[in-house]
């Protein structure tokens, strides 16, 4: 993408395209480009599913599934929930609108509770991209779970990959930090971090350098 738009404001008209018809064609190839090598095969064991389509490449972390966070979460949940339901059947039996606005706060941390467990259970992250967009956007069984983050191609600047490690911040403290890929358009970002995706720090730098090469954009590493 980059170098066709920079054979299209080429300064010297001999390298320009001839016509609108040749530009177009160019850029009608490059959609058609396949999934570089440095994208088609995941790290061994990975969690990672990439998958070719018509419009460029569609990257998918799947659901986290059953793990022993579960364990604790799930009983906690019901426990929380529980005492809600008890709550709010003595509230409005009694008619009591006071105690019930008073809960509210609590009810949002009940259904946050079922929210995450649902998303842990069946949540997806998914990644796709094109030639002229990236777009990230969370789902539960199809459903969305939050509002689509969407970057112009054009737009974006560099792919960082932030290895996990530990390192000095400005006031000299030594500080841990996650694994993170991060895809940056000017003040605007999608991040895919350790910890949130369940991936391991070789999936996210894998993944940092298979976009950087399939957009032609730089990578670099941080901090």
């Known amino acids: 993408m980059i ?3 920079e054979q299209l404001v080429e300064p ?3 390298h320009r395209f001839s016509s609108a018809t040749a530009a177009r064609s160019a850029l009608q190839r490059l959609s058609e480009v396949s999934i570089p090598a440095t994208l088609r095969e995941p790290p061994y064991g990975s969690r990672l599913r990439v998958q070719e389509t018509a419009q460029g490449v569609v990257v998918q972390v799947p659901p986290i599934g059953f793990n022993i966070s579960l364990l604790f979460l799930i009983p906690f949940a ?3 929930n529980g005492f809600l ?3 709010y059947t003595l509230a409005l039996s009694a008619g009591n609108w006071f105690m019930a606005i008073f809960a509210t706060g609590h009810l949002a941390v009940g259904l946050g509770l079922i929210g995450t467990i ?6 997806s992250q998914v990644l796709a991209i094109t030639p002229t967009e990236v777009r990230f956007h969370q789902h539960i069984l199809g459903l969305r779970w939050q509002r689509s983050k969407v970057l112009p191609v054009a737009a974006i600047e ?3 990959v932030q290895p996990k490690g530990f390192y000095r911040n400005r006031d000299g ?4 930090v996650t694994a993170k890929m991060i895809i940056r358009a000017g003040t605007q970002t999608i991040e895919l971090e350790e910890a949130q995706s369940h991936l391991t720090p070789q999936d996210l730098e894998w993944l940092g350098y298979g976009i950087g090469r399939y957009l032609a954009c730089r990578v670099i590493k941080t901090p």
């Not at 649902?118 to 949540?123: A, D, E, Q, S």
């Open 3 to 5: 170098r066709w738009l």
């Open 12 to 14: 010297s008209l001999e």
């Open 78 to 80: 019901v426990a929380w």
């Open 85 to 87: 339901v008890v709550w």
């Open 118 to 123: 649902f998303y842990i259970l069946f949540g």
């Open 158 to 160: 560099q792919v960082e």
């Open 173 to 176: 403290e030594r500080e841990q």
